[in-house]
């Protein structure tokens, strides 16, 4: 089936430090990938649309200047948090699908703690 | 616009009972609609599925859902609950069209399993 991957799964930083978060469909290529924000005992939040070769769309809400997307490739999109502070801290999930499916592959999520 | 309605945001069931979770959802074009479980800090795996096939959807670990068009619902059931399925479950839709398959998740359900 299709995997996704991420990387690293914890990571924790210095508050004003940036971190990356690599996200990865293993076994398909992704022509679209989405990256969530999920706090303790709430749903998913959806942060931005990213889709390959293309600018991502962001959700109301959320700055695009703070949380910068690529997705250079058809297997590879990266969140990078600029600039971060301890209220950034949350579980960073993504999915990733295609046009030829009806649904999303998520990844294992990464745990972002701000310090 | 889509949402879904997850009434219910605990649920709590003895070993071998029937496990219930309640979705609802809003959509002003036929839906896709999804289950996912998610264990603690790890991302979500998609149990069951309806695209427009078969309202009655089966899917893994012994989860069914029935989508009803006049009730605007996609009930999650199980006829006999395991200590394995005490985790978040989230109810999920999307537009059949939707570029991208972009999903609007419901609250979320946490099971609590009782021995």
């Known amino acids: 089936g299709a995997v996704v991957s991420q990387h690293p799964s914890r990571v924790i930083c210095k508050s004003g430090t940036s971190v990356k978060i690599e996200c990865r469909s293993l076994?398909?290529?992704?022509?679209?990938m989405f990256w969530y924000r999920q706090f303790p005992k709430q749903s998913l939040m959806l942060m931005a649309t990213?889709?390959?070769?293309?600018?991502?769309?962001?959700e109301q809400g959320v700055e695009k200047d703070k949380f910068l997307i690529n997705h250079a490739s058809l297997t590879l999109s990266t969140l990078t948090v600029t600039s971060a502070h301890p209220e950034d801290s949350s579980f960073y999930i993504c999915s990733a699908t295609t046009s030829r499916i009806s649904e999303q592959y998520f990844g294992p999520g990464t745990r972002l703690t701000v310090t | 616009a889509q949402s879904v309605t997850q009434l219910g945001s605990h649920v709590s069931v003895s070993e071998g009972a029937l496990v219930l979770l309640r979705c609802n959802y809003s959509s002003s074009v036929p839906p896709y609609l999804f289950w996912y479980v998610q264990y603690p800090n790890q991302g979500l795996q998609l149990l069951l599925k309806y695209t427009s096939a078969a309202t009655l959807v089966k899917g893994i670990n012994g989860f069914e859902a029935e989508f009803k068009k006049s009730e605007t619902s996609f009930h999650l059931t199980k006829p006999s609950a395991h200590m394995s399925d005490a985790a978040e479950y989230f109810c999920a839709v999307s537009l059949v069209k939707a570029a991208g398959n972009k999903l609007t998740f419901g609250g979320g359900t946490r099971v609590l399993v009782k021995p």
């Open positions: 076994d398909f290529q992704a022509t679209t």
């Open positions: 990213s889709n390959e070769g293309s600018k991502a769309t962001y």
